[in-house]
């Protein structure tokens, strides 16, 4: 999907987070920590690393808007992704990838508390809504393990991309486990 401007990423990512949330909403306890012949974590595991992974890039994203906000140049709150982000999210969307040590999942952790962590990340993100779309994102970066240096808004991006990816995971997991 094309976005033009940083509340429309904030739109879809509304989106999704609701289409991840129903994901949950049928999967039993059992279900939720059925261990899947091939599979490395169960879905508990999946929402547990989502929700560290959701954690770390809010964390990112209020550092990378303080940033832009001390810099004083201000935005239009329009959005363009950069042509690395675009190729290198791109040729890794259908991979397979290896989540860094960090935001392993550390089990023992219900998809309840998973939800309540995402909960106050979406709430954090949120709050910097009003920095990111006022001050230019474009000369603070941070670096993604896969794509490289990346910008707030990029972050925000690959959040709701995250998580769509994830979503797709955890209805084959679940089928998986009712089969």
């Not at 429309?8 to 994901?23: G, L, P, T």
Request: hydrophobic share 45%.
């Amino acid at each position: 999907m094309q976005y033009n401007s940083i509340a429309e990423i904030y739109s879809a990512n509304q989106k999704i987070d609701q289409s991840f949330q129903s994901s949950l909403g049928t999967i039993t306890d059992a279900e939720a920590h059925a261990e899947i012949e091939g599979e490395k974590w169960t879905i508990a595991a999946l929402v547990e690393h989502v929700a560290l992974v959701e954690f770390n890039m809010a964390k990112i994203c209020a550092k990378l808007a303080a940033a832009a906000k001390e810099s004083g140049k201000a935005s239009d709150g329009s959005f363009a992704v950069s042509s690395n982000f675009a190729e290198k999210s791109m040729a890794i969307a259908n991979v397979k990838l290896e989540a860094p040590e960090v935001v392993h999942p550390i089990g023992g952790v219900s998809i309840a508390e998973s939800i309540e962590k995402l909960k106050a990340s979406s709430a954090d993100l949120e709050a910097l809504r009003s920095d990111i779309e006022s001050f230019d994102l474009s000369e603070s970066h941070f670096p993604h393990p896969f794509i490289g240096n990346m910008t707030a808004a990029e972050w925000l991006l690959l959040a709701g991309g995250h998580k769509m990816r994830h979503i797709r995971q955890i209805e084959n997991l679940l089928a998986k486990a009712r089969a």
